[in-house]
């Protein structure tokens, strides 16, 4: 069965940084699109970072030019730098993959980590 699994989360000032990690696991053939996704509290999922296998990278107006996604498809992993955090940034962040494995090509979502920004 394929897995994601986050880390990186955690409590952070304004002005901070944090990096968030996301691996997949499990029979996989092919990784396309990663990306990364936040529920704030009475708010709908959003879009944050998304970039395809060759690297090519859209960003939610209110993050671009403070975060910053990347991956290393040899390690099946998608990481969110995240700089000059705020307070509205605050949400559960979710890791998403559209993945190719035994059971067929489906998008599968990480269980998701805190981010609180906060002083």
């Known amino acids: 069965q394929v897995q994601l699994v986050e880390s990186g989360g955690g409590l952070v000032q304004p002005g901070g940084s944090l990096r968030l990690s996301c691996a997949a696991s499990?029979?996989?053939?092919?990784?396309?699109?990663m990306g990364w996704y936040r529920q704030a509290p009475g708010k709908q999922r959003e879009l944050v970072a998304i970039?395809?296998?060759?690297?090519?990278?859209n960003y939610t107006d209110s993050v671009k030019g403070r975060f910053s996604i990347s991956r290393d498809n040899p390690k099946n992993t998608v990481y969110l730098q995240m700089n000059r955090l705020k307070p509205e940034d605050t949400a559960v962040y979710y890791c998403?993959?559209?993945?190719?494995?035994?059971?067929?090509?489906?998008?599968?979502w990480g269980q998701g980590t805190q981010v609180t920004v906060s002083s």
């Open positions: 970039i395809t296998t060759g690297g090519s990278t």
């Open positions: 998403n993959a559209d993945i190719r494995g035994l059971l067929g090509r489906n998008s599968r």
């Open positions: 499990g029979s996989i053939f092919s990784i396309y699109a």
